[in-house]
């Protein structure tokens, strides 16, 4: 189990590893055909102090992932992308770590050093030095540790988990126990801690409140689930997808509609989550929450989009518009609870999981999710 770690005389000890590597953004779609990511080996570096090397299991793909290979979101390239992932620790950096050989730990997409000004807010604001490190392409510590040819590749969040292994810092992971499967312990780092955090951390429902969730990707439909688990007298699911709402309704949700129904019925709810990343979605959102509500948007729409609401509406009525960046959570805190709900039954996270890939698929596996197709499509490793 331990990973092979060679040190040529007077180098830095490296590792190879087989990654997916995104070479250029905003290519044409399909993907299969542009094939904007190409699966290739790298060389690893060695974890320094306070980092650790990781051997991935299971890596969910997000719309992060997919906001960066059609350049909505600009991030530096090439870049080895993955950010949604659980895996087991095979080597530890030099000095005390709190974490052993053989941990298995869920990668969380924003590192918190723990002691700036948006590491104090309580998950309300980002961490800044983790921030910088991201837009960087860099672990928290500073640069990186892959390499492909001689020349540096990205990090992608701090995690970089389409890759047989990850170099990650310390304070990108949190500890889960072994009878919480891989797959599971992924999707609770970018998924639910987005999705649950949005209500969780942001709209803190009454027990009274209806919930509507706009947008049913995974992390509008790990909302679904947390929304159930709270018991919320209604939950109420909006997509423009058919197996989706139905996946939803078996899930838990009381009423399922399309965007032009909800409109056409002026359903509304107090706590409105939008969870689909664009405009469309976000005016839906605002206009069907009800009085003296509260719109919580998690999504990343393209930076330059503007949505149209009326600032007379949010005034007359009271309500309430939120953002919520990673749920605003303290992944250390969230995911030990998250994990509680899972262990109760209360939150079957393995149902998000939609389909099993290979590393080699990616691509395609890209063109799922930019269709609306895919809930989350989860890379296994053996
Ligand atoms: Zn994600
Ligand atoms: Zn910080």
Redesign the pocket.
């Known amino acids: 189990m331990s990973a092979p770690l060679g040190a040529a005389p007077g180098s830095v000890a490296t590792m190879k590893i087989r990654g997916a590597v995104l070479e250029r953004i905003a290519a044409p779609v399909p993907f299969a055909e542009s094939a904007p990511i190409t699966v290739c080996e790298l060389d690893l570096g060695e974890p320094g102090p306070g980092e650790l090397l990781v051997r991935i299991e299971a890596a969910g793909l997000c719309h992060s992932d997919l906001s960066v290979v059609d350049g909505n979101r600009v991030r530096p390239v090439p870049m080895l992308l993955g950010h949604e992932a659980a895996g087991r620790v095979v080597a530890v950096g030099a000095g005390d770590s709190d974490i052993a050989v053989g941990q298995r730990v869920v990668m969380t997409f924003l590192p ?5 000004a ?2 104090a807010s309580e998950g309300r604001t980002p ?4 921030s910088a490190a991201n837009n960087a392409g860099e672990l928290l510590n500073g640069g990186r540790r892959l390499h492909r040819d001689d020349a540096e590749v990205h990090h992608h969040l701090g995690v970089s988990a389409f890759a047989t292994h990850a170099v990650v810092d310390r304070r990108s992971v949190v500890p889960v126990d072994d009878d919480v499967p891989p797959e599971v312990a992924a999707v609770l780092g970018c998924a639910v801690l987005t999705g649950g955090g949005a209500l969780l951390n942001s709209a803190r429902p009454g027990p009274a409140d209806r919930i509507m969730v706009v947008g049913l990707g995974g992390v509008g439909m790990a909302a679904v689930l947390v929304a159930v688990s709270l018991g919320a007298p209604e939950v109420i699911a909006v997509d423009t997808v058919p197996e989706k709402l139905a996946l939803a309704k078996d899930l838990g949700a009381t009423a399922t509609y399309t965007p032009a129904e909800l409109a056409e019925q002026g359903v509304q709810a107090e706590v409105v989550v939008e969870a689909a990343g664009n405009v469309r979605a976000f005016e839906t959102a605002v206009a069907a929450t009800a009085a003296g509500g509260t719109t919580v948007t998690v999504g990343l729409p393209a930076p330059d989009a503007r949505a149209s609401i009326s600032p007379l509406g949010l005034v007359a009525q009271g309500r309430s518009i939120v953002g919520s960046y990673l749920g605003s959570a303290v992944p250390s805190r969230d995911i030990p609870e998250y994990v509680r709900m899972w262990r109760a039954g209360r939150l079957p996270v393995e149902r998000l999981v939609s389909a099993h890939i290979g590393l080699d698929d990616i691509n395609r596996a890209m063109d799922e999710l930019a269709a609306g197709h895919a809930l989350r499509q989860v890379i296994v490793f053996d």
């Open positions: 918190r050093c723990g002691e700036c948006g590491c961490c800044v030095p983790g």
